[in-house]
């Protein structure tokens, strides 16, 4: 069985991948603070990306896409 799911996005679909679902039926209200509160989480690690040194990102190669293996750091 499946279950009932709410979900909340913005309406224009030239801005993709900010969306969000819960379980149940929530109310218009919850949905748009709960992706409010989403937005805020992306913001602050894009935030975090964006500000670092290029030696503060750890670049790796592996084997597999569920299980890395052979792992390796990309120093150059």
């Given at each position: 069985m499946s279950e009932r799911m709410t979900s909340a996005r913005l309406r224009d679909q030239s801005i993709?991948?900010?969306?969000?679902?819960?379980?149940?039926?929530?109310?218009?209200?919850?949905?748009?603070?709960?992706?409010?509160?989403?937005?805020?989480?992306?913001r602050a690690r894009a935030q975090?990306?964006?500000?670092?040194?290029?030696?503060d990102i750890v670049v790796e190669t592996y084997v597999g896409v569920i299980v890395g293996r052979k792992l390796e750091e990309v120093t150059q």
């Open positions: 993709h991948g900010l969306s969000l679902a819960d379980y149940g039926r929530l109310s218009r209200a919850e949905m748009i603070g709960k992706l409010r509160a989403y937005a805020e989480h992306e975090a990306v964006l500000e670092a040194k290029d030696e």
